[in-house]
């Protein structure tokens, strides 16, 4: 018997060019929120990450969609990503937190 699993991908333009490679990681984080791909993390001392708040220092970028049961995520921790396909709390704004993110390793620019 085989099983064929079908898996389908749309491109949301999140990576936005290879001139600097991309880096993972995987953080825990604590069950019960659910996030899109693109939104913005924070990572504490302890290695926990969650959705980044106004105040909260951004320094990730979740690499995929998570459900609020999950305790694990993979996040983006280097690279060139589209700022317009990036998410932050409702208060917030992406621009607010460019600089932290560029000393962390990511670099943000608009897709052409």
Same mark, same amino acid.
């Given at each position: *018997? /085989?099983?064929?699993?079908?898996y389908? *991908?749309?491109? !949301?333009?999140? $990576? =936005? ?7 993972t990681?995987?953080?825990?984080? #604590?069950?019960?929120? =659910? *996030?899109?791909?693109g #939104?913005? $993390? ?6 926990m990450a +969650?959705?980044? &708040?106004?105040?909260?220092? @951004?320094? @990730?970028? $979740?690499?995929n !969609?998570? !459900?609020?049961? =999950? /305790?694990?995520?993979? @996040? ?16 917030? +704004?992406?621009e ?11 670099h943000?620019?608009? &897709?052409?």
């Open positions: *018997m /085989t099983i064929v699993e079908k389908s *991908m749309t491109a !949301d333009n999140l $990576l =936005a060019g290879p001139e600097i490679p991309v880096l990681k995987n953080f825990k984080v #604590t069950a019960g929120t =659910a *996030m899109k791909r #939104t913005l $993390l924070t990572v504490n001392a302890e290695g +969650s959705a980044t &708040k106004k105040a909260e220092e @951004a320094s @990730a970028i $979740l690499t !969609d998570i !459900d609020e049961k =999950a /305790t694990m995520v993979t @996040a983006y921790v280097a690279g060139r990503f589209n700022r317009a396909a990036l998410f932050c709390a409702e208060e917030d +704004s992406v607010a937190h460019e600089e932290e993110l560029r000393k962390a390793g990511i943000l620019t608009v &897709k052409l």
